[in-house]
């Protein structure tokens, strides 16, 4: 068999891995500069050509792509109470894939209607109110989006007996009826509109980013690349078929602008004295922290940690730390030339690490009732799973990257936060976990083999 080409468009690089799927190896990977603004092919001819210096020329049986060229899925999205339908329409916003810009809960103004107007998303969700609920505010929001200036797709996933109202208030605009995403107060249906929305990204969003001019190179564009992110780490999780997975785990990707955190395990409470606050967690959970990232959102990991903790961990005077974030967040293509440097960075991968891990991660509270001692918990108690899997070049081409890593874990000064307690490392040393996902999609064996054999097997190959 020829081996098949597995390429991710990104915003600033387009990736490429060359895989034999017959004997399950990795034949070469490489990247090159995202040419979107002229010829996206440019850049992925670039990448090819890098990468056959190592490999030799190579024939290509299949080619298979994601992307996340020129920001990704951009989307907002609207349900009535903040704790059930606008968490559920989140959820399934973020696991489709999209970058999640705004979440609005019960009936839109018409200040929120001028940030739409100005974001201007991709996509709009539109939910509110369980099967036979609330109507009203689901409606309203039709009437107020009917008024936006431009064709927006936009998904109905609410009460569906009022899902065909809101589509005729909407008439002359891109529209689909999904199921409720919540039809039963505290029961999440998210995969019919996490289906939808990657569809629309194929069939619509691909176009607007360029990406059409690659298509005669390709077998199919599939999926967003945090989808196949996600995709491949339920693989790696789950296992296929009668082959196991490594079982629970939760995975980091850092980013110079974003940092996604994904989890795939069950994140029920530990003990029966424990009650769930809110809607349970999807098994299968991805979360996106926009304000995190080691470049173009350096400020945000500052505000978040504060640069006492930045000082701590780098072992540089606050003052010089301030100095330095200062100057990265102006040069965002900077990599680092010096100790100093390279001393601030690790500091700043090790807080966006911890941050976004811990937002992503639910959290313990101890509440005295009249039958005595309770806890509750919100989100999901991930102090089980057994894997931590990192990847993102801030991590794969750090010094200390299993370091950096171990700030994903359980702190003894945040005793609340239910971050893994004992988790192994895995590092994903060679940038393949978005192309283990696509291809997945046609040989889910070949990709579970590669990524045991590349991430969970690496340090013991030794």
Same mark, same amino acid.
């Given at each position: ?234 693989? /790696?999780?789950?296992?296929? +078929?009668? $082959? =196991?997975?490594?079982? *629970?785990?939760?995975?980091? !990707?850092?980013?110079? %602008? ?69 100057? /990265?967040?102006?040069?965002? +293509?900077? $990599? =680092?030339?010096?100790? *100093?440097?390279?001393?601030? !960075?690790?500091?700043? %991968? ?113």
């Amino acid at each position: 068999m020829k081996p098949v080409l597995l390429v991710d468009f990104g915003s600033t690089n387009t990736k490429v891995t060359a895989v034999d799927v017959e004997n399950c190896e990795i034949l070469g990977t490489a990247a090159a500069y995202t040419t979107v603004e002229t010829d996206i092919n440019n850049g992925l001819h670039d990448a090819i050509e890098v990468m056959e210096k190592t490999t030799g020329h190579l024939e290509f049986a299949e080619t298979y792509a994601c992307s996340s060229a020129a920001g990704g899925l951009k989307m907002i999205s609207c349900g009535l109470v903040p704790e059930l339908t606008a968490q559920a329409s989140r959820e399934a916003s973020l696991g489709a894939g999209a970058k999640v810009w705004k979440t609005y809960s019960f009936q839109l103004t018409k200040g929120d209607m001028k940030e739409i107007e100005e974001y201007h998303p991709d996509i709009i969700l539109l939910t509110g109110g369980t099967d036979g609920g609330n109507t009203e505010c689901i409606l309203y929001n039709a009437k107020m989006l009917a008024g936006l200036s431009y064709d927006c797709p936009i998904v109905i996933a609410g009460n569906r007996c009022c899902a065909d109202d809101c589509q005729e208030i909407l008439e002359g605009r891109t529209t689909y009826i999904c199921e409720n995403v919540m039809p039963r107060l505290g029961e999440l249906n998210i995969e019919p509109t996490q289906k939808q929305i990657r569809e629309i990204f194929l069939n619509r969003i691909v176009q607007g980013k360029g990406l059409t001019q690659a298509m005669d190179l390709m077998s199919g564009i599939i999926m967003p690349t945090p989808s196949a992110m996600l995709t491949a780490m339920e693989l /790696l999780s789950d296992g296929w +078929d009668e $082959i =196991p997975g490594i079982g *629970e785990l939760v995975g980091v !990707d850092l980013g110079g %602008a974003t940092t996604d955190v994904y989890s795939v395990a069950d994140g029920s409470p530990a003990n029966t004295m424990t009650v769930i606050k809110g809607l349970q967690e999807p098994y299968t959970k991805r979360t996106v922290e926009g304000d995190i990232g080691m470049r173009y959102s350096v400020r945000g990991i500052m505000e978040a940690a504060g640069d006492r903790k930045l000082a701590k961990i780098s072992g540089l005077a606050r003052n010089k730390v301030n100095e330095l974030v200062d100057y /990265l967040e102006h040069h965002t +293509d900077y $990599i =680092p030339d010096s100790e *100093e440097m390279e001393k601030m !960075d690790y500091a700043l %991968a090790c807080a966006a690490v911890e941050t976004a891990v811990a937002r992503h991660a639910g959290s313990l509270e101890q509440v005295y009732t009249p039958c005595g001692l309770t806890y509750v918990q919100s989100g999901k108690d991930l102090r089980r799973v057994k894997y931590v899997v990192v990847t993102g070049g801030a991590l794969i081409h750090a010094k200390h990257t299993e370091e950096i890593a171990e700030h994903a874990l359980f702190d003894e000064s945040d005793p609340a936060s239910l971050r893994p307690e004992k988790a192994e490392i895995l590092v994903d040393r060679k940038y393949i976990l978005a192309a283990m996902g696509l291809l997945s999609k046609q040989y889910p064996q070949a990709a579970l083999e590669i990524m045991k054999k590349e991430i969970a097997y690496y340090g013991h190959k030794e």
